[in-house]
């Protein structure tokens, strides 16, 4: 079965520090590949997506991700990050042809001052 | 815009009371689907439906009842609530046709207690 791993459950960094928040997927055909962000008591926000092309993807609020077929990885990137980044961020999968999305466990952002 | 709505926000229920959680969405998008959002676990799908009339079984169908008479609405039906039911609920949907990036919307959410 298709899955997706967010090792780190929770990561603290320092306001303008850099951030990386990891994610693996299981092998499998080219995967589409999002990252969400759920604030405190909110719905889903999309970040970024890949689908083909550039393994570099630009999103949303100054976030990249880089999708590594060799590591089955689609890490997520902030070169300096701002208290209002705490948030909890979700990366999913989507199987080809399905919309339904596998989504890992979630990684719990706290940026301290 | 609206976009997907849901209700109600939060709800407190007991053992074995039904209620029906309601979406809907007004971007005319053919699949709809719902999530449940357990800590630690992410979210996983319940329901999901690509058009009026076709609804089908997610990762954790049991409990559950959905109907799709309507595209714009996708009702999630507890029949008999269990306190595993706690649960925060997403609603979320997208559209499907062909070329499309197939991004989920995703509604703010439905906080259910069963006590």
């Known amino acids: 079965a298709q899955s997706v791993t967010q090792p780190d459950i929770h990561i603290t960094v320092s306001e303008g520090a850099s951030l990386e928040l990891r994610c693996n997927y299981s092998?499998?055909?080219?995967?589409?590949l999002f990252w969400y962000v759920q604030s405190p008591g909110q719905g889903l926000q999309l970040l970024l997506k890949?689908?083909?092309?550039?393994?570099l993807v630009q999103g949303i609020k100054g976030f990249e991700a880089e999708f590594k077929r060799s590591q089955s990885s689609f890490n997520l990137r902030k070169p300096s990050v701002h208290w209002s980044d705490a948030a909890e961020y979700f990366c999913?999968?989507?199987?080809?042809?399905?919309?339904?999305?596998?989504f890992g466990s979630g990684t719990r952002l706290q940026v301290q001052p | 815009n609206a976009g997907v709505t849901q209700t109600p926000k939060f709800q407190v229920l007991k053992t074995g009371q039904s209620m029906t959680l309601q979406c809907a969405q007004d971007?005319?998008?053919?699949?709809m689907s719902w999530y449940r959002q357990d800590p630690g676990m992410g979210l996983r799908l319940i329901h999901y439906?690509?058009?009026?009339?076709?609804?089908d079984q997610g990762e954790v169908p049991n409990g559950y009842n959905v109907s799709r008479s309507t595209t714009e609405d996708f009702p999630l039906r507890l029949l008999s609530a269990a306190p595993s039911q706690t649960s925060v609920y997403f609603c979320a949907s997208s559209y499907l046709t062909s070329g499309s990036t197939g991004e989920l919307f995703f509604g703010e959410g439905s906080r259910l207690t069963v006590l």
């Open positions: 971007m005319n998008h053919e699949y």
């Open positions: 439906s690509v058009g009026a009339g076709i609804t």
């Open positions: 092998y499998g055909a080219t995967p589409y």
């Open positions: 890949y689908f083909s092309g550039d393994t």
């Open positions: 999913a999968r989507q199987g080809t042809g399905r919309r339904a999305l596998t």
